[in-house]
Structure formats: structure tokens, C-alpha cells
């Protein structure tokens, strides 16, 4: 017997701001294309997505929108599926246009004549605190419909997050895991010092949002501007699971016009090594580009550097944390965070003598948010060490390179 997939397949143009890109049979079962009929504007094909001549590979695409979605290892993603009585998290995908604020991409029904400048989340209110309470709040909750017309459906990431709009401007909300909610205020020290360093990077701060620490950032993206990910950079590039990624990396970007990455690529290696960031994958990272013509502008500023600092080890191991090989860095993984600095082109250029009073400013962070977390003083006196001995490592070692010693 044959079996019947109730596959609800509708005509679609996938849509960049209000250029047509392509147009073809789209599964709202699968959440995905089964056909593409007609490619209207190439140049504005997503960056990542195969195209050959004319042959576009549609599981190219697929693995494309996918990864625009709600991720079902989201932190609490049960819970918000209860509360919004749906059973797959990519269920929200389309439901919205697809539209999202980390690009200017959106999907099109056949026969509906919607424009862009009308539709799209940067300029339109949206029900902000419905999505975010669904999100986050502990105790009992029933969202409003409204609560599913955001742009949060397009949000991807393992922590819990939402989209937040603050007179023309929109702060992203995101929350921890783990048992001390230190990611959310390593968030926060990672930026300072990306900042004090003279790094581009986004800047985050602390807040409480339903009685838990969230971190707070502006959205870096904006009507002209898409985020692409390092992942979808590098597909568009021959790689070889045998390399290592780097110098392809770099070569790729300097070959589309972005001349500083190489200086970009070293405050992201620097802020890695002091943070001892264990989760630089390659979604972690990306460049931006032009959502008017597709090109490329620049490495996208350093973000979501929160999980670092031995955000989910006890405190007895913290003290000799720095021995274990947790880095992961393009697509390498499990090497030191030792080697990772070695990658640095140019350590000689950053100042590290405005970090000095950084581990009292971190502690004092910790203190002031001390009754939210319930982080003992033992774990601040430990994370506060660990730090002051990622400072004076960077320091030796910039010191040894001066020296001709590397
Ligand atoms: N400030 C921002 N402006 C625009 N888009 C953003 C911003 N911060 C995050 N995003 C988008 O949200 C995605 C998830 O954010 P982020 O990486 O911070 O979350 P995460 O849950 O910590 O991720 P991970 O799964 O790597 O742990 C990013 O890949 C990016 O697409
Ligand atoms: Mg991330």
C-alpha cells in the first residue's frame, strides 16, 4: 500500500527586498522547495546556494532556508511548541513570508501582490512580547495569535531569543543554559573587551527579562544589508574535508573585495583565546552583503562569543581549564586554544594594557547580578583568575613574538 504524505505544496517566488529571485513549487510539509520553475534574477540567488549554469540544486537551497528556522535543539523549543500547539518548530518558518531581520529575504505566495517597504519587520510593529514571553517565561502562558507574526520564526541558535523593537531600533534578547547563566554576562565581557581592544564586534549588554539574565544587542543588520554565514561563504569555494579552512577563507574574501578580513579574522582569533570561546562554528561568524546587489561588503562585526570562560564546568575545574583542547574554529575542532592564537597574523597591534582592570569589572558585573544567578562568590573568585590569566598569556605571548621568540 502506497503511503500519503500530506504534502501541501504552493506556487512561491522567493523574494530578496522586492527583486524576484526564483519561483517554483514550494512544500509547506517538508518546508522546502520540490521544483524550481523559472530563476528570474540570478545575482540575488542566497550566497551559498549552488547554482550551474542553469541548474540550480535545490537541496542547495533547502539546506539554505532550513537553517533560517527555529532549530529543534533550541533550549526550551518544547515548551514553545506546546505553547503555540505546533509539532515542529519549522512549521513558523513560512509563516510570516518567511521574513526575517538577519536578511531581506522572504517568500511570495503565487497571486498575492505584496511589496516589501510594507512588509518587511524593520520598519512593521510586530507582537514583540508575545513571542519573547512564549520563549521565555517559566510559569504558565497562552500567546495570543499575534504571537507567531515575528520575525523570530527566522531567528536560528541554540539559546532562547527573541526580537525586541525599541523606538526605530531592534535588540535582540537572549538567554543561557547553563546552571549559572554565565553566557549571558560573558556576552556582555566579551563585547567590552572587543571594544576596549578597538575590535569590530557587537556590542551586548545584561539585562533581566521574566526574572532570568538575558543578554541584549542591537540588530547589526538592517533594510540594505543581509548576514551570511561562514558556512555559506565557504560553499561557494571548493573545500576539502583534508585542509584546514583558513587560508581558503581569507583568499575567498579577499578575492570578493574585503581587504581587511585578515585583520578582522585576528580580533576574532584574539577575543576567542582570552574568552576561551568553545563554539566558534561556522554560523558563528559570517560577512555582510549588499541586499540591493548581492556583493559582498565586509566580515560582519564579532557576535555570540558567550560561550566561553568554562560557561559549563564546574567550578574545581575551572583551575586548570586552560589545559583542555575545547577550540573549534572553522572547521577544525578539539585543538588548544594555543594553537588558535598561533592563526594570528598580527598580535603586535592590539593593546592589551586596557584590559587591566578587566577581571575587577567582571567580578563586579557578577556581584551585581548575583541574586538573579545564584553564582557563588568561590565561582566569581575563579572565572575573575581565569581571566586575569588569559590576559597576562596574551601578554607573555605578544611579548615572546616582539622578542623574535615565536
Ligand atoms: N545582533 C544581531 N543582529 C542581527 N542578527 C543577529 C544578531 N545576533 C544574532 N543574529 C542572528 O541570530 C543568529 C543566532 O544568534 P546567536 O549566534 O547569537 O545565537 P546562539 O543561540 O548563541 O547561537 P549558537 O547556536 O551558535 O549557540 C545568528 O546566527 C544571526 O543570524
Ligand atoms: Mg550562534
Redesign the pocket.
Known sequence: MRLTIPHLTKKVTLMHRNHRVLSGDYDTYTHGFRKIRVIHHPTHIPVGVVLTGKDLDVQSLNYWLFWRGI?DY?VDVERLKRRFSIDDAKDLLEMEYALS??DNYWLMPENEDLHYHRLNFFDRPFDQEGFAKAMFRIDHYNPPETAMHTPNNT?????R?AWMKKGESLY?L?GSTGFHQQECINEWLASEMALRLGMKA?AYDVRIYEHQLVSA?????NKHTD?V?AENVLKTVKTSKKEFWIDLFLDTLENHGISDASDRLDEQIVLDYLMMNT?R?L??HGILTDAETNEWIAMAPI??T??GLGCFVKTPELADYENHRTCKFLNARHFSHEDLLTLCGNVQRFDFSVLQDMPQVFADKMVRYQSQTGIPNERIEALCALLARRISRIQNYQLNAANGGL
Open positions: 532549530p533550541r531581520v538577519s531567528l536560528c541558535g541554540y539559546h531569543k535582540l537572549k557587537v544587542c542591537e540588530n547589526f543588520l548576514l554565514t563554539d562554528h554560523q558563528n557576535f555570540d558567550g560561550t
